[in-house]
């Protein structure tokens, strides 16, 4: 049996953490989000490296400020610093502990979520028909 968990990444952007009712939103209704929230790990008290999302995204990929890993900018998401090749990912390590990764919505990173151990990956072009090939 395979006793390794489960784990679902929720990154959003522009998404403050009080705009779930799990978080005390009085007027938005999120009971999906609230039932993750409360039957997984709920981040409270998190915050991004950067104001804006491609050095923000970059950061969760490898874990470190934009400084070390270079996306200091929107400018290009293919961008033209390349990370220094040292620099390793959480999409790996969970790959190499035998992880299947799927990725859905807005990469916002150089390459593709393939390149970085990702099995499938559904663009934000291709959400919809995705979400009624699934019956959802």
């Known amino acids: 049996m395979d006793r390794r968990p489960n784990i679902l990444l929720i990154h959003s952007d522009q998404h403050r953490f009080d705009c779930l009712g799990a978080n005390g939103h009085p007027l ?43 996306a200091i900018s929107n400018a290009r998401a293919e961008a033209p610093w390349p990370p220094p090749p040292d620099l390793p990912t959480f999409s790996q390590a969970l790959r190499d502990n035998g992880y ?32 009624e090939e699934q019956g959802l």
């Open 28 to 70: 938005l209704k999120t009971p999906n989000l609230d039932r993750l929230a409360a039957e997984g790990v709920n981040f409270t008290s998190a915050f991004c490296p950067a104001p804006i999302c491609v050095p923000s995204r970059n950061s969760l990929l490898y874990g470190v400020w934009p400084s070390r890993h270079r």
């Open 100 to 131: 299947r990764l799927s990725y859905v919505g807005k990469w916002g990173i150089h390459g593709s979520p393939r390149e970085f151990g990702f099995d499938s990956y559904v663009p934000v072009s291709q959400y919809r028909a995705w979400r």
